[in-house]
């Protein structure tokens, strides 16, 4: 087998998936710069950087450039962004307040003890998680496809309730059932989302309980 | 490490609500989020379980805030403190943040004197995150490096 020529070392930093990282955060810093002037530029630009995720990772396998910066970057890009439209929305809807400011802590909280548990059975990847119990989590983490509706159709519902807030109501209830009233399209796209965005959350609350008990069996193993 | 974090997230998204421009208390919230997840995640690659436990070499800053618990703590008390005195002192009638800081430089010296220096702990405590965020990126760099990829 022929040597390979001694190679440069490129930096971490300038990898491609990292690269396409950085576009994604300028792309969230613009959108949200623009987030009240111009909804539909939010939209389309959060969209795209979410559409970007999953460019990075396939370059990442292609180019083989998969990093531990790269999966902490990507993590961390996705609950910053998510968190900061939680928020936005909750400047928005203001009956009832707390209801967008919930889904943030519950976001980071599940997805942070997902993560811690994740490293104390030695794995690096929230997502690579074998769970033997909860029939809804192993379909969840077995059938990426179902993963992805979730998770999509969780940050397509926060997009349709910030295009549909109304200056003139900021009542939740009220936006929505002003939703359904619209054409099929749109009320198909709004229940689809919101069945996923459902179970989204549900899985969030099981991760949590499951993630805190490996936590715990993580003492128990150490002998404390 | 999981109730600090929620907690200051909604503090901030709070504020945000109450203060124009919002976007200053999003970019706050998305640092202190990035900051953290990226130390903890770089203290496990180094196989510790708290991202305080930390030595830092390197910058001087992060040595003082690691090395002098006090300074960690007048830090990390000072930007919740400030948080809170611009979330009590939010004004319906005007959203501005620099009015309500104008305002509130216009107080008694004891409440200008907490909120002076609240503002200088929450600004140490920024630059720690961003200095961390990139100390933290190099670790797992240097994870990896050490891996043989």
Not at chain 1, 190 to 214: H, R
Not at chain 2, 21 to 33: K, R, S, W
Not at chain 2, 83 to 89: P, V, W
Request: one cysteine or more; proline letters at 2%.
């Amino acid at each position: 087998m022929a040597q390979p020529p001694a190679k440069k070392t490129l930096s971490v930093y300038l990898y491609i998936p990292n690269i396409i990282g950085y576009f994604r955060i300028i792309i969230n810093f613009i959108a949200f710069a623009e987030c009240y002037t111009n909804r539909t530029l939010f939209a389309i630009l959060y969209f795209f950087s979410f559409f970007c995720d999953g460019l990075d990772g396939w370059f990442a396998r292609r180019f083989n450039q998969a990093s531990t910066f790269g999966a902490v970057l990507d993590m961390v890009t996705d609950r910053v962004s998510t968190a900061c439209l939680l928020a936005l929305l909750s400047q928005f809807y203001s009956r009832p307040g707390l209801v967008f400011i919930l889904l943030l802590g519950l976001d980071i909280t599940s997805h942070w003890f997902q993560m811690y548990s994740s490293f104390l059975s030695g794995k690096t990847s929230h997502k690579d998680v074998k769970h033997t119990g909860n029939g809804l989590l192993k379909l969840y983490y077995g059938y990426r496809p179902f993963m992805a509706f979730c998770c999509v159709a969780s940050e397509v519902l926060y997009i349709i309730l910030f295009l549909y807030a109304d200056a003139k109501s900021t009542s939740l209830l009220n936006t929505c059932r002003g939703i359904l009233k619209e054409s099929p399209l749109v009320v198909f796209m709004f229940i689809s989302t919101l069945i996923g965005w459902a179970l989204k959350q549900v899985i969030n609350v099981i991760q949590m309980k499951t993630a805190a008990d490996a936590c715990v069996a993580y003492d128990s193993k150490r002998g404390k | 490490m999981v109730t600090d974090r929620v907690s200051t997230a909604c503090l901030l998204a709070l504020l945000s609500q109450f203060y124009r421009p919002g976007l200053v208390f999003i970019l706050l919230l998305g640092l202190d989020i990035t900051s953290h997840w990226f130390q903890m995640y770089s203290s496990f690659l180094s196989g510790k379980t708290s991202h305080k436990d930390v030595k830092h070499t390197g910058n001087g800053l992060l040595k003082l805030y690691y090395g002098y618990r006090p300074f960690m703590a007048f830090c990390c008390v000072a930007s919740e403190v400030l948080y809170i005195i611009l979330f009590l002192y939010a004004d319906a009638k005007s959203t501005s943040l620099l009015n309500t800081c104008r305002g509130i430089l216009k107080e008694s010296p004891l409440v200008v004197f907490m909120f002076i220096s609240t503002l200088i702990g929450w600004a140490l405590k920024q630059v720690i995150n961003v200095i961390q965020m990139k100390t933290a990126a190099d670790a797992c760099v240097a994870y990896d490096s050490k891996r043989g990829k």
